[in-house]
């Protein structure tokens, strides 16, 4: 085992070079890390030691202890360190580590970043000034009481200011805090009036994405560098059949091909020649199961489900009564959608010796590059200190960028031709490979009584698989996990009614269908929620009460919150009457993430016939995710959750043609686009007594159903497969 | 297999250079890279990298470029279709050292990125309109940047950062005359 121990680590950098250095909290989650799982050290003793650091010109300098794909979650760290030092967040250095400079961090996803590290990262930093004010009192031989923040520093009565950079040495001195008593934290601090937090801060690095500065793995250059491509299959584990590259030796520029098992990739001088050698080879996969629509809506049919009994996981139940006297009963189908991310995935790898010891260096974006190190290490028989792994930038992540994939391709054909290898996935690539959002059907029912209050509620469905596919774990593992991991959470998420019922049940089954699955923005929280938010929408309608006042009734006092957020929202809507025209609706959906996130979504709509489009004309949110660090951030991921619902609800859907995925480009799997979209009307609920929950999939989640809502308010039809189509409405004949 | 040698030697690899003119500069293209596409030749030959990768279809504008002033998608560009133009890339557009383009300034103003890989297409884009509709109407700006896709969703950003840049042109132009 190579020594992964922090003192190790900060020797090995030149990181602890002067100054004082301070650990993050160790008064966090200690977890193990699974070595075939993700990264879960999240900020406790031993991870993430050393990150924050003082020098002896008072300079701040941070290690960004979160991947980047947009979210800017180091920028609102940044903002805290700034606040609990009395510094301003430009001023502070960042920087972000290899994986051989600070031990394993906790990979980046499910929005946990502000939730997890927001605290750890006061108190280091709220840690390190008390330190600093220690020196200041000891250097004027004053209690520490005398000594007063001012900006970048303190001031004792009758003294000239003193900055940070009169109590730091040359000497490089690293704190140890892991008993110590937690200082006052700024940031934390309800009656503060702060500087940093909760303004508006410029994201880090944003003039190198604006001038098109190196910051993805694709635009890394070394010399002597090829281009290499790994042949994709249509499914994960999958064998090849017949391979035949007779013709490849022709193609100029062509360099090598790389064969091992079913591993099949070319190598070239060029992306150009790399393209032509691989259309001349040709290949023949054998699927492990056959593929195709059919068999998967069959694998799904929750009402043969029903019928069967067969939904083996029960999420909640209570007092339910199946032959109740149901006012709604709904089916709905969600379609497989995939990540198709900006930027097709790309690493770079370069095998050297030094010392007659061989490294490999990667560089790559992905959500977690601790988790790259080890399976990389383990894929081409490295030590894991062999092995350094160069996090960049991720061009949208959304869940697709956890494994070891892109990065095994340029590892292994560096390996295979002793040369530095770029491998940029084509877009068809991405779409093959992606582990996509499952597709579910739903069938969901809910009685109430004359006022309008919930008396039964009936959710089964059948989904994918999310965490457990069969894409995601070893074969090995995968009976184990799903037979003891009390259900995938990925499938069950959002399905918690966040309403009362005295009578409630919810049962899934999970199918292990035979295409490749795994994580996508919100899981299953933005179907789910779009079942149940639908659902009860329809109630309201068919018992003539207004949806909102029906759901506000329903809503439970433990769910104020979301409550606050539909009653904004509806107050935003009502700003903008809506045309009193044939053709015209609105709708609203709200919706709980994780427990602690709460969002509302009106949307304003018109069905245009001439141009047989449903165009969304306006489109307001009202989120609550506890204390708001950087609001302009929170906005713009609203922003882009709202354009995600667009597309979940009106566009994209992944195509299985027979034995493949066809969907393979941006021509036959439509995003959303700009003339797409509605005027925006954001509101955040700031909420700065409640620690910071996620928000990267929160209102995606209330954003499709809204439109299933709106289109219901234009047309009387409640459209229930997703995504909704002008078809749709002509077919059923509305208006 | 063909040794490295063989193929170093191979005739095609001597023809006669092409030249293009790139952010001003004159650049010239040799041997295999004649062969390549725009895209292929901006990053991986001169490193550009600006200029990004998203489809390599034409059907998302990540890579857009100007070729003789019109945005054009270099992933469908052969270079030795354009040989002789002037090309201008998201390296080449701010002229003066101290002071970005209105584009770039407008773009970090309204914070428009996020993950930020659409941009230089999208920014180029936004410069095939500004550069000819100086005052554009949203309707114009709609449909000049709606084959530029953003799949983090950056679109109300974009918009406003655009008519925000028509204004500081448009003063600057002002202040010019
Ligand atoms: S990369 Fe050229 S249009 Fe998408
Ligand atoms: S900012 Fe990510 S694709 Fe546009």
Redesign the pocket.
């Known amino acids: 085992m190579p020594d992964l121990s922090r003192r190790s680590f900060l020797k090995a950098t030149a990181w602890i070079a002067g100054g004082i250095t301070i650990a993050f909290s160790a008064r966090l989650i200690k977890e193990k890390s699974v070595s075939v799982g993700p990264t879960l050290e999240f900020p406790n003793a031993e991870s993430g030691k050393g990150w924050l650091q003082v020098r002896s010109d008072g300079k701040v300098h941070m290690l960004c202890p979160r991947m980047e794909m947009g979210q800017n979650a180091n920028t609102g760290l940044a903002q805290i360190v700034a606040e609990e030092l009395n510094i301003r967040v430009q001023d502070i250095t960042l920087h972000y580590p290899t994986t051989s400079e600070t031990a394993p961090i906790g990979f980046t996803a499910g929005s946990l970043s502000m939730m997890l590290f927001s605290k750890p990262v006061a108190i280091a930093a709220a840690s390190m000034r008390e330190n600093l004010r220690c020196r200041a009192a000891k250097i004027n031989k004053i209690s520490v009481d005398e000594v007063i923040d001012t900006e970048g520093g303190f001031v004792i009565l009758g003294s000239p200011r003193i900055g940070y950079q009169d109590l730091v040495t040359d000497e490089s001195i690293e704190l140890d805090f892991e008993n110590s008593v937690i200082p006052t934290l700024y940031t934390f601090d309800p009656r503060r009036i702060k500087k940093q937090v909760g303004q508006e801060a410029e994201p880090r690095g944003i003039k190198d994405l604006v001038t098109g500065a190196p910051v993805f793995s694709g635009d890394i250059q070394l010399p002597g560098m090829l281009y290499g491509r790994v042949i994709k299959p249509p499914v994960r584990k999958a064998r090849l059949k017949n391979l035949n590259f007779s013709t490849v030796q022709n193609i100029i520029g062509f360099f090598d091909i790389v064969r091992d098992g079913d591993f099949v990739g070319v190598v070239c001088r060029t992306p150009g020649s790399l393209d032509k050698a691989v259309r001349s080879v040709i290949i023949e996969w054998e699927l492990p199961e056959p593929i195709n629509q059919e068999k998967i809506n069959q694998l799904l049919d929750i009402n043969v489900a029903l019928q069967r009994g067969d939904l083996p996981s029960t999420l909640q139940d209570e007092n339910h009564n199946p032959s109740a006297n149901w006012d709604v009963d709904l089916e709905f189908a969600v379609q497989l959608q995939t990540h198709a991310m900006q930027e097709p995935r790309a690493a770079v790898a370069h095998i050297e010796k030094i010392n007659d010891i061989e490294r490999i260096n990667i560089w790559t974006g992905t959500q977690d590059p601790w988790a790259i190190k080890r399976h990389c290490a383990d894929d081409i028989g490295f030590r894991e200190d062999q092995v350094e792994v160069h996090p960049m930038r991720m061009g949208g992540g959304f869940g697709g960028r956890e494994h070891y994939e892109v990065e095994q391709d340029a590892a292994r054909l560096a390996l295979a031709t002793g040369l530095p290898i770029k491998v940029q996935w084509t877009r068809e690539d991405e779409f093959r490979v992606a582990r996509n959002r499952s597709p579910s059907s739903h069938r969901m029912r809910l009685a109430c009584d004359h006022k309008g209050v919930l008396s039964n509620w009936w959710h089964a469905y059948a989904s994918g698989y999310v965490f457990y596919s069969r894409s995601r774990l070893p074969d090995w593992l995968l009976p184990f996990k799903r037979s003891t991991a009390g259900g995938d959470f990925g499938v069950s998420r959002g399905a918690h009614p966040a309403y009362k019922s005295p009578s409630i049940r919810v049962e899934y089954k999970e199918v292990d269908l035979p295409i490749d699955l795994g994580v996508w923005r919100s899981l299953n929280g933005a179907p789910n929620t779009f079942v149940i938010e639908s659902t009860m929408d329809e109630l309201a309608r068919q018992k003539s009460i207004d949806p909102v006042r029906f759901k506000l009734m329903n809503i439970p006092d433990s769910m104020a919150r979301l409550g606050n957020c539909l009653k904004r929202v509806e107050t935003m809507a009502n700003r903008n009457p809506l045309p009193a025209k044939s053709g015209y609706g609105r709708g609203f959906a709200c919706g709980v993430y994780e427990k602690n996130s709460f969002v509302a979504v009106s949307v304003d709509l018109h069905i245009d016939h001439e141009a047989r489009k449903i165009c969304i004309d306006r489109m307001c949110c009202a989120q609550d995710v506890g204390m708001a660090i950087n609001p302009d951030q929170l906005r713009a991921q609203i922003e882009s959750n709202l354009v995600w619902s667009i597309g979940m609800a009106l566009m994209e859907k992944v195509e299985i043609g027979d034995g493949q995925i066809a969907s393979n480009n941006f021509h036959n799997y439509m995003i959303p686009r700009m003339s797409d979209m509605p005027s925006l009307d954001i509101d955040i609920i700031d909420n700065p007594i409640i620690h910071p929950s996620g928000a990267g999939e929160v209102a995606l989640i209330a954003g499709s159903p809204a439109i299933a809502n709106a289109i219901r308010d234009a047309t009387g039809l409640r459209l229930t497969r997703l995504p909704i189509k002008y078809t749709d409405i002509t077919a059923l004949g509305s208006l | 297999m063909v040794s490295l040698l063989e193929r170093i030697s191979n005739p095609i690899f001597n023809k006669p250079n092409m030249n293009l003119f790139v952010n001003g500069t004159e650049r010239v293209v040799t041997g295999v890279w004649e062969e390549e596409t725009l895209?292929s030749v901006l990053r991986e030959y001169f490193g550009l990298i600006g200029t990004r990768?998203?489809?390599?279809?034409?059907?998302?504008?990540?890579?857009t470029v100007h070729v003789d002033g019109e945005p054009v998608?270099?992933?469908?560009t052969p270079v030795n279709n354009i040989a002789g133009t002037s090309v201008l890339t998201i390296e080449g557009l701010q002229q003066d050292n101290e002071k970005l383009h209105p584009l770039q300034q407008a773009w970090i103003d309204e914070r428009v990125p996020q993950c930020g890989y659409c941009h230089s297409g999208q920014i180029m884009q936004a410069w095939g309109l500004l550069s000819k509709t100086r005052n554009p109407t949203e309707e114009q700006i709609n449909t000049f940047m709606d084959s530029i896709l953003c799949r983090c969703g950056t679109y109300d950003r974009i918009k406003k950062a655009i008519l925000r840049a028509a204004v500081m042109l448009q003063q600057s132009s002002d202040t010019n005359a």
């Open positions: 895209l990768f998203g489809c390599g279809k034409g059907l998302c504008g990540s890579c998608r270099s992933c469908i």
